[in-house]
Nanobody, 115 residues
Framework: QVQLVESGGGLVQPGGSLRLSCAAS????????MGWYRQAPGKQREFVAV???????RYADSVKGRFTISGDNAKNTVYLQMNSLKPEDTAVYYCNAGVAGNTYWGQGTQVTVSS
């Protein structure tokens, strides 16, 4: 079992920045990839960014150049640094962990970009 707890969401003006954190606990040794997804009202959940145990990253085209995913193995935490935020980035952001045969999700954190 893996538990994921997100934090760092909030209200920010367009052009602003936020950093989301996702702390993992439980069977963390079995995690091989962690990522961020988001779901806006009335839309399906979509991929944002992912990082694997080796440190390789991948991003959705919509956030490339603005968002950065990183990990701190000592703290069992993954971060999503979000810069140049746009109103269309407004969504609930979910942390995801991939374990052989299973996928785990956090409870989500709200990000609202509005003036």
């Amino acid at each position: 079992q893996v538990q994921l707890v997100e934090s760092g969401g909030g209200l920010v003006q367009p052009g602003g920045s936020l950093r989301l954190s996702c702390a993992a606990s439980g069977s963390i040794f079995s995690i091989y990839v962690m990522g961020w997804y988001r779901q806006a009202p009335g839309k399906q959940r979509e991929f944002v960014a992912v990082i694997n145990r080796g440190g390789s990253t991948r991003y959705a085209d919509s956030v490339k150049g603005r968002f950065t995913i990183s990990g701190d193995n000592a703290k069992n935490t993954v971060y999503l640094q979000m810069n140049s935020l746009k109103p269309e980035d407004t969504a609930v952001y979910y942390c995801n962990a991939g374990v052989a045969g299973n996928t785990y999700w956090g409870q989500g954190t709200q990000v609202t970009v509005s003036s």
